[in-house]
């Protein structure tokens, strides 16, 4: 985590900014979650995150949220999360995505760079149905 938490900040995470990460590209104006959380693992980590079967596509933030979607090295769990988990929610054509860092605590990539936000700001915003992913390490 303490790669996401050094990207704090960060406008190459914001909206305005476009994005490439593996083969992946996502212009500006666009929320790039997913590429954030799967930067702190392939970049932070070292450990690849993409769905199987798709090479070096990092997976969507609607990815994340469906259960049946087989992301390599990732497995889906229960609450309590753990720092480091990813939770993401689906919605329309993209949900969000987030790394959880501490208790009801997570960083994610806002309107105009990598933020910190709580969980009572998601809960909220009715944002409250997540699924949670786990490094297999």
């Not at 259960?67 to 390599?72: P, R, T, W």
Request: glycine fraction near 14%; aromatic fraction near 12%.
């Amino acid at each position: 985590i303490w790669w996401a938490i050094n990207q704090l900040g960060n406008p190459y995470y914001g909206k305005a900014s476009a994005a490439k990460s593996g083969m992946q590209s996502v212009g500006a104006g666009n929320s790039k979650c997913n590429i954030f959380v799967s930067d702190a693992y392939t970049k932070g980590a070292g450990q690849n995150i993409n769905l199987v079967g798709r090479g070096k596509h990092y997976p969507g933030a609607n990815e994340f949220a469906n259960e049946n979607v087989d992301i390599n090295g990732f497995r889906v769990v229960a609450y309590p999360w753990q720092t480091g988990d990813i939770l993401a929610f689906a919605g329309g054509s993209h949900g969000h995505a987030v790394m959880n860092i501490a208790p009801g605590m997570f960083i994610y990539a806002g309107d105009k760079s990598a933020v910190l936000g709580s969980w009572k700001q998601l809960v909220a915003h009715g944002m409250a149905v997540w699924t949670a992913r786990r490094s297999n390490r």
